[in-house]
Structures are given as C-alpha cells and as structure tokens.
C-alpha cells in the first residue's frame, strides 16, 4: 500500500522559509517522478513543482518559480520543498503527490 506523508508545515512571517518532506513506502520511490501541489483555503488544487527521477530536472509553476525548490534523497524516500521569500497567497495545505495519489498534507500559513 502506497504512504506519503507530508511534515514540515506551520506559522511564517512574509518572507520567511520552510522546508516540507514527504516520505514515501509502498512503491521504488527512485523509479518515478513526484509532484507537489497545494490546495489553498476555497479553491482547488494547485500544481507546484515537479522532479524527475534521478534528480535530473524539475519544473515549476510561474506562482512559485525561483522561490521554491524541489529536491529528492532517494536513499530515504523523501521527497523536500524548500520554500523562500513566502508570500501570503502562499498559505494552503501542501501534498506531495505519486500518481494520482497523495498524503495527508501538511498547512502552512503565511501571516504577520
């Protein structure tokens, strides 16, 4: 059976940073390529950032594109979002995503 759990999410001023892990089990987590998405309060899901196996590539939204940066440990199955300059409009729960499921999710807030 396939986990993801998230961690990592909380409080932060404008302009701070967090970093979330998402551990993976269930499946040869260095096989594939994640994703990471995010739901903010009333609207839908969010595509993020994505990584290829191997670490070779990632790609990411315009919305977060040279502030948030996507990496992987394969020999720990976690997956990691490092998430600076955060904005307010960045608050919503975060999911790592394998396939078309994904984890519980973790929040993070963006508020002074």
């Known amino acids: 059976e396939v986990h993801l759990v998230e961690s990592g999410g909380g409080l932060v001023q404008p302009g701070g940073s967090l970093r979330l892990s998402c551990v993976a089990s269930g499946f040869t987590f260095s096989n594939y390529g994640m994703n990471w998405v995010r739901q903010a309060p009333g609207k839908g899901l969010e595509w993020i950032g994505s990584i290829v196996k191997g670490s070779s590539s990632t790609a990411y939204a315009d919305s977060v594109n040279g502030r948030f940066t996507i990496s992987r440990d394969d020999a720990k199955n976690t997956l990691y979002l490092q998430m600076n300059s955060l904005k307010r409009e960045d608050t919503a729960v975060y999911y790592c995503?394998?396939?078309?499921?994904r984890g519980q999710g973790t929040q993070v807030t963006v508020s002074s």
């Open positions: 995503m394998w396939d078309s499921i």
